[in-house]
């Protein structure tokens, strides 16, 4: 088996920084090393030990480039990559004017396969190794992304995304399409090499009750699968659903209600959540997926990332492209802690990479196995040069510890500071 040895510094977590003080969970080395074994990371020490021990491994010198678990992004919408940055609406007429007409071309095999390689390359060009995302209505949709990951060994979570009200001619499916699709694509990828399909409700809005049920009814017949959706984003999308569920007792319910809650349960955004829908998540240990630059971007609103995560509740870490204003994790991580910020808290920078990586990763109910810089886990790897650009260096320069380093390139970032990506072992940038 092929052994790799990466030098540089590194960063690891042992623990989750939002529930102990982020020093103790915390390994930092500033000449560090990854052995890398096939496919897995086998040990993560000192650079002159692990050089040592394993003297025939082909070595990678990063100097003091910064070696980090690769970025988990917990939800995105590839078809959305060509209108990233449209301007001018909020949700609701976002999605009528921009998305849907977009969403619209992934009938077209061809165009979903030509966006959903673009969207892969993108990715790693900006140091992400796994992205989580909603496809179309189009079954076509499905197969080209999971093809393109499948080309590239990327692990993927994706799946069709279902819709059969409020959503235009040629963007609708009905109840029992969206069951059977569902199946058969769940069938075809799920657990096939790196790919974990999830049963995917757009958002209530767009499913009626009919569909729900159904999908609430494939999901439990595999709920080994994660669900993803949409949840209490912005206040006239929260108004709508209290007029199309009026008997909900929240939006949260018109999932519940059709067993559309659970575990595995990925529910992107949960900005304005009540107090029974928080206590409601927290109990079935649901997901919630943090989306900042689209939060801002779309106007939506402050989520409750210190409350929430120190509460224990799984919270991932996302662009959502193209609601999301980039494609970078760091500038995501930026967002997070600008929100923090609005709300009267500092993230700590170890608590943003521990979200973009660990804690996505935890959401996804992939612990271990993605977004851990550890024995074991896949090779998924990404490394940072911590002095991109003029304006960033001149702050690092003079950086008395890493986390004074690194901060400068978290606010400041972008694919300029991705020095290198290895994808299940290999390199993949270039
Ligand atoms: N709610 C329902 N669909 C979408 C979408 O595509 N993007 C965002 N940001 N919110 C949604
Ligand atoms: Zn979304």
Known sequence: ??????????????????????????????????????????????ADDLRRA??????????????????????????????????????IDWLNTYTFAEETRFSDRAYADEVAGRTLDLA????TTTLTSFCTIHPESVDAFFGAAAARNMAVIAGKTCMDRNAPDGLRDTAQSAYDDSKALLQKWHGKGRATYAITPRFSPTSTPEQLEALGALWGEYPDCPMQT??????????????????????????????????????????????????????????????PTSNTFIGSGLFDLMGLASAGLRVGLATDTGGGSNFSMLHTMAAAYEIGQLRGVSVHPAQLMWLATEGSARALHMSGEIGHLGAGAMADITV???????????????????????????????????????IAGKRALR
């Open 1 to 46: 088996m092929s052994k790799q040895l990466l030098l540089g510094q590194t960063l690891s977590f042992t623990g989750d920084p939002f529930q102990a003080d982020w020093s103790e969970v915390t390994r930092t080395s500033s000449r560090g090393g990854v052995l890398v074994e096939g496919n897995r990371i086998a040990a993560v020490g000192e």
């Open 230 to 291: 949409h949840l209490s984003e912005q206040i006239p999308e929260i108004e709508w659903v209290r007029s199309l569920f009026p008997e909900a007792r929240d939006y949260l319910d018109t999932y519940e209600k059709f067993g559309l809650l659970g575990p595995k349960g990925l529910y992107g955004h949960s900005i304005w959540l009540e107090e029974r829908e928080r206590a409601r998540l927290a109990e079935v240990d649901a997901s919630l997926i943090h989306c």
């Open 384 to 422: 940072l040069d911590l002095g991109s650009t003029p304006a960033i260096k001149q702050r690092t320069d003079r950086a008395e510890h890493l986390w004074d380093a690194l901060f400068p390139t978290i606010m400041m970032g972008d694919d300029r500071a991705v020095r290198d990506v290895w």
């Open 54 to 91: 394993h003297p025939e491994a082909d070595v990678t010198d990063y100097g003091n480039a910064l070696i980090t678990a690769g970025f988990v992004d917990a939800h995105m919408h590839y078809p959305q990559t060509g209108i990233i940055a449209s301007w001018g609406k909020q949700l």
């Open 124 to 127: 790693f060009a900006h140091g």
